[in-house]
C-alpha cells in the first residue's frame, strides 16, 4: 500500500433546513394562527483520531466530504429534522491545518481525540415563532442558515517511542524485522524503504513494551527535501529517543564519523528539537569481513562515547540493544520529559 502522510481535503458541514409558513386548517377552527415549524440543523463535520487508522492513504480516493442538511419545518409545528453529523476518521499523529490560512486546529495526538472542523447551519425559524399579539397572522419564515466549507491540509506525523535513523542500506528495516512482527520490504539496494514501518518491540527482562519507527534512509540535503527528506524528517519529531544506525562494514577509515556528521547535521538543519534527542548510535553488520576493525577506528575517533555493535541479520547485540532502549525509555518516563543526549557525541 502506498503511504500517504499529507493530503488536502474539502469538507462542507450541513445547511439549515428551512422554517416552514403554515396555518392551521382545521375544521370548526375558522380562523386558525400559524403553526409554521422550525428547520432542523445542519450536520456537522467532526475529524477523530481512530486507532485502526494508520495511513491517510483512504484520502486519496475521495477529497470532499459533506454532512447532511436539515430538513425543512413543517405545519402543526413540526419542527425538521436535524442533518446528520459526519465524522471522518484519521491517523493518531495528524495535525489538522486550515489549507487555505496556514492556521493550526488541531494535533490529533492520540485515539479518540477529536475535534469539530465544520458546523453545521442553524435551522430557520417557522411563522409560528414571529407570532405577536400584535401581528397575528406572520406569513414569512427564515431560511436555513449555510453550512461552512473550508479546505483542509490534514499531515500525519507518526507516532513511536523509538526512531530508527540513518543513511539508506545500514540495516534499519531489517532491525525492525528482528525485533518486531513488522514485515518491511528488505533487499540489498538503496532506498529499498519507500514507507515509515511501525512496529511494536516486546523487549526482555520483562519491560513495557513500546513502539518502534523504521524511518526510510536520509541522504545530504534531505532537510530541503531531497530524496524526499522532508517527509521523512516530519516523523522523527514525534520520538522520543533516536537510534542512529551505522553500516559499520561500510564506514570510511579515513573519516569514520562521516556517516554519523551527514545525517546528524540534516536533523540540526532540519530544526533543532531534532538534533536535541535523545540518540543512541549502533554500529550495524558487525559480522561481515572487515567490519569490526573498522568499528573500533570509529568508536576512537568518537573519543569512547558509548556505541552498540550488532549484527540485525544474525541477531548479535539485539537483546543489549533492546535492554538499553527499554532502561531509557523508562528513564525518560520518570523524568519530566526533558530532551537531552544520552551520550555524548
Do not use: W
Request: with cysteine; charged share 25%; net charge neutral.
Amino acid at each position: 500500500m502506498k503511504f500517504i502522510d499529507e493530503v488536502i481535503v474539502t469538507v462542507q458541514s450541513g445547511n439549515g433546513g428551512r422554517g416552514c409558513v403554515s396555518f392551521r386548517r382545521e375544521r370548526f377552527i375558522p380562523r386558525g394562527g400559524p403553526d409554521g415549524g422550525n428547520g432542523g440543523r445542519g450536520g456537522d463535520v467532526r475529524l477523530v483520531a481512530r486507532a485502526g487508522r494508520r495511513t491517510l492513504y483512504p484520502f486519496r480516493f475521495q477529497r470532499l466530504f459533506k454532512a447532511e442538511n436539515g430538513s425543512p419545518g413543517e405545519g402543526n409545528q413540526r419542527s425538521g429534522k436535524a442533518g446528520a453529523d459526519l465524522t471522518i476518521e484519521v491517523p493518531p499523529g495528524t495535525l489538522v491545518f486550515d489549507a487555505d490560512s496556514g492556521e493550526l486546529i488541531r494535533d490529533l495526538v492520540a485515539p479518540e481525540d477529536a475535534v469539530v472542523v465544520a458546523v453545521g447551519g442553524r435551522g430557520g425559524k417557522g411563522n409560528t415563532h414571529f407570532k405577536t399579539s400584535t401581528h397575528q397572522t406572520p406569513r414569512f419564515a427564515q431560511p436555513g442558515e449555510a453550512g461552512q466549507a473550508l479546505r483542509l491540509r490534514l499531515e500525519l506525523k507518526l507516532l513511536a517511542d523509538v526512531g530508527i535513523v540513518g543513511l539508506p542500506n545500514a540495516g534499519k528495516s531489517t532491525l525492525i524485522s528482528r525485533v518486531s512482527a513488522a514485515t518491511p520490504k528488505i533487499a540489498d539496494y538503496p532506498f529499498t524503504t519507500l514507507t515509515p514501518t511501525l512496529g511494536v518491540v516486546h523487549p526482555p527482562f520483562g519491560s513495557e513494551p513500546f513502539v518502534m519507527a523504521d524511518i526510510p534512509g536520509l541522504i545530504e540535503g534531505a532537510h530541503a527535501g531531497v530524496g524526499l527528506g522532508t517527509r521523512f524528517l516530519r516523523h522523527v519529531e514525534r520520538t522520543r529517543i533516536l537510534v542512529h544506525l551505522i553500516d559499520a562494514a561500510a564506514i570510511d577509515p579515513s573519516d569514520p564519523l562521516r556517516d554519523l556528521r551527514i545525517v546528524n547535521t540534516e536533523l540540526a538543519r532540519y530544526g533543532q528539537q531534532l538534533a536535541e534527542k535523545p540518540q543512541i548510535v549502533v554500529l550495524n553488520k558487525i559480522d561481515l569481513t572487515g567490519a569490526e576493525e573498522k568499528a573500533r577506528g570509529f568508536i576512537q575517533a568518537l573519543d569512547g562515547a558509548e556505541t552498540l555493535m550488532i549484527s540485525a541479520a544474525t541477531g548479535a547485540g539485539l537483546r543489549e540493544l533492546l535492554g538499553r532502549l527499554a532502561a531509557t525509555l523508562d528513564a525518560k518516563n520518570v523524568s519530566d520529559g526533558s530532551e537531552g543526549h544520552v551520550d555524548s557525541l
